[in-house]
């Protein structure tokens, strides 16, 4: 009886969304707790941003399970003695989803609006390429000079997402066609765009005439629906409606959809969850301050039976083996040492007003966030809790004094190499954004992070790398809080899930198959 009612349930929302049941068989309903800000591939800057742009766009190459760098636009790519020339060559066979053939020019104007507009992943290049750097050398082929040597450019690459020039010209208007590219899209990736509401829902249908192609048994349709509240998933999934969460509920929700038949499924990741203490506010501007709050954390707690994930000692994932601080000790838990430190700060002897900022809808955060409320007021603070949306959150990051002296923020790997994680959290230039709200600026950060990029001897970037998580933990920078595990419920029906050393391209649908067995 209760599978019936389930398959009653699957079958009335099949018809809900005007499908046949043939059809909904290879479509995946994805809930995801964030709003989709941009599907513009010069503005992506977050989690969901990459997920829905992956499946619309393609770059010259991409990235698989293991961090190597594989080709998809381009068949091949050679880089000079002195690396500062990459010269890539594009398959015969690439085209866009309206069926013109991708060439040197589409990449070249890619590259350029890119720099223009100077957002999302235009900060890794940062002093890297500028206006001409990138040439067609003829239809199939084109030339990226670079301005000095940066390390991590060929795992960069990926990131730069080809745009049709053709299809996006007579949108162009007065902002390089950013209005126009908000709400469609001109790519020749997998999925082409079907409907987009920014604040609620994104689906994409596949591309028959995909040129890479599809394996056995592809997805034809997926359905991302934000969904914050999490009884709002278990819902869904009770309905039948549900094919795949994020990988943020909490153990809770995981339990009961496992309960419901799914499966979930487990994988480590680069995604590391921070408490980013503002350096610029009060009372987080003091360093004893920092080292308190981190004091006053339950680690433990947090990890094991909030949001089960692995230790973080530095800013850096020890995914990343070969240039982790393994040296640096693992925090600690002591309240009788936070108290210390509150002791020495410039605020002792007074109530400490903090503010705790943490997300919207997510079950998780708010225990997080309640926890150290407990342990904080123990020492002497006083807290105020600030709940906001996402788009809210990447507002109130744009200037220091709205930027809460406490927030809890993932962040995961842009791109395979240490750089990702330290260029655009530490470095001054990423100040403004939400991966860098602890509003560092000083020099030394910045030359560590610079030398490190500018360098192709992997000694040195090693020895490098260590020295800048000293200074970042020796400083207090954030409190380190968890690696994540990443976890997702699925319908057992869907296979393909493989999480990727770069933002989101771990939901590259077209990597998806629908099997029941």
């Excluded at 003829?138 to 450019?153: G, H, I, R, S, W």
């Excluded at 056995?216 to 094919?243: F, H, K, Y």
């Excluded at 929700?253 to 995604?271: D, I, N, P, R, W």
């Amino acid at each position: 009886m209760r599978t019936r009612k389930f398959l009653a349930s699957a079958a009335m929302a099949a018809l809900m969304f005007g499908v046949s049941s043939a059809w909904a068989q290879n479509v995946v309903t994805m809930a995801t707790g964030q709003i989709f800000r941009s599907i513009d591939p010069a503005k992506v800057t977050d989690y969901t941003d990459y997920m829905g742009v992956v499946n619309l766009y393609d770059g010259l190459t991409s990235v698989e399970p293991d961090g190597s760098i594989v080709p998809e636009l381009a068949e091949s790519w050679e880089v000079s003695p002195d690396a500062k020339e990459v010269t890539y060559k594009i398959r015969a066979d690439a085209k866009f989803s309206d069926g013109s053939p991708v060439e040197a020019s589409d990449v070249v104007y890619s590259v350029e609006r890119l720099l223009k507009i100077n957002q999302g992943p235009a900060t890794m290049l940062a002093g890297v390429l500028s206006p001409g750097s990138v040439t067609a050398v003829d239809a199939k082929t084109v030339k990226f000079t670079l301005a000095k040597n940066f390390a991590p450019f060929l795992a960069v690459v990926p990131a730069i997402f080809i745009l049709n020039e053709e299809a996006v010209k007579p949108h162009l208007g007065e902002d390089d066609g950013q209005a126009w590219l908000a709400t469609n899209a001109a790519g020749a990736g997998p999925f082409t765009l079907k409907l987009f509401d920014r604040g609620t829902a994104m689906t994409v249908v596949r591309n028959k005439d995909y040129y890479k192609g599809f394996p056995e048994n592809p997805i034809d349709e997926v359905r991302w629906v934000v969904q914050a509240d999490e009884s709002s998933v278990r819902s869904m999934a009770a309905s039948g409606e549900l094919t795949m969460t994020g990988p943020f509920q909490s153990p809770d929700t995981y339990q009961a959809l496992e309960g419901m038949g799914y499966k979930v499924e487990s994988h480590q990741t680069t995604s590391t969850l921070y408490l980013k203490l503002n350096s610029k506010v009060a009372p987080t501007d003091d360093v004893h301050i920092r080292r308190a709050i981190a004091l006053a954390t339950d680690y433990a707690t947090i990890r094991e039976v909030i949001f089960p994930g692995n230790k973080l000692t530095t800013p850096l994932p020890d995914t990343f083996k070969q240039f982790h601080a393994d040296d640096i000790p693992e925090p600690k838990f002591d309240l009788e040492a936070a108290k210390a430190e509150v002791a020495k700060s410039k605020y002792a002897g007074q109530p400490i007003p903090i503010t705790l900022g943490y997300l919207t809808g997510i079950k998780y955060q708010e225990e997080i966030s309640l926890l150290m409320q407990s342990n904080l007021e123990q020492i002497g603070f006083t807290v105020k809790q600030e709940v906001n949306p996402w788009n809210r959150v990447t507002e109130l990051a744009t200037k220091v004094e709205t930027t809460p002296a406490a927030s809890q923020i993932f962040f995961s790997a842009t791109y395979p190499s240490p750089d990702s994680m330290f260029f655009s959290q530490y470095h001054s230039s990423a100040n403004g954004t939400w991966a860098s709200m602890e509003w560092i600026a000083d020099p030394e950060v910045d030359r560590l992070i610079e030398e490190a990029r500018g360098t192709g001897d992997t000694a040195k970037q090693v020895e490098l790398y260590k020295e800048l998580q000293h200074k970042l933990v020796d400083m207090q920078s954030d409190v380190f809080l968890l690696t994540q595990v990443s976890k997702h419920a699925l319908n057992k029906c869907l296979h393909g899930l493989s999480i990727i050393p770069m933002r989101s391209f771990g939901y590259d649908f077209s990597r998806y198959s629908w099997k029941c067995d």
